[in-house]
């Protein structure tokens, strides 16, 4: 029970990330938010991935589900393609619809804010990078516990 809220406020620490490197593009006077923005973000960043390390439950449901992602395939480590319809940008596997769309804006917009960063400023794309990771995280705690035990 307590993983399900820990995974919702973290959703909504993703979803803040976004929005306040895009307010902060914005409104120039919201910068003030970006440095304990960062702060807080990559703490939760920290927070999922040592929740999922030394998590049982979690390394053998990523195990599962890298293994049922590698299928037959000859070749393991193969990267799936984002259209995949299970384990791409968008795949029922790994994620909720709201989660997939978080996660797909903010793994798209790495691209713009990366080739705008001298413009917008590294600490706007630091909040936007810490963000993604926080979605990524989520996820990959999706996946892991969608598998059969």
Excluded at 49 to 78: H, I, K
Aim: net charge positive; glycine share 10%.
């Amino acid at each position: 029970m307590m993983d399900a809220q820990l995974r919702a406020v973290c959703f909504w620490i993703a979803a803040f990330a976004g929005l306040a490197s895009v307010t902060s593009i914005l409104f120039p006077p919201a910068r003030f938010i970006l440095l304990p923005g960062t702060i807080f973000v990559g703490a939760t960043a920290v927070l999922l991935f040592v929740r999922m390390l030394f998590s049982r439950t979690y390394r053998r449901g990523v195990d599962a589900a890298n293994r049922e992602m590698q299928g037959d395939d000859p070749w393991p480590g193969r990267p799936k393609k984002f259209r995949d319809p299970d384990w791409g940008l968008f795949g029922s596997r790994i994620g909720g619809p709201a989660l997939l769309w978080l996660r797909a804006v903010l793994f798209l917009g790495i691209l713009p804010m990366g080739l705008l960063q001298s413009w917008i400023g590294m600490e706007v794309v630091r909040l936007w990078f810490a963000g993604t990771f926080v979605a990524m995280e989520l996820s990959l705690m999706h996946a892991a516990l969608s598998q059969p035990r």
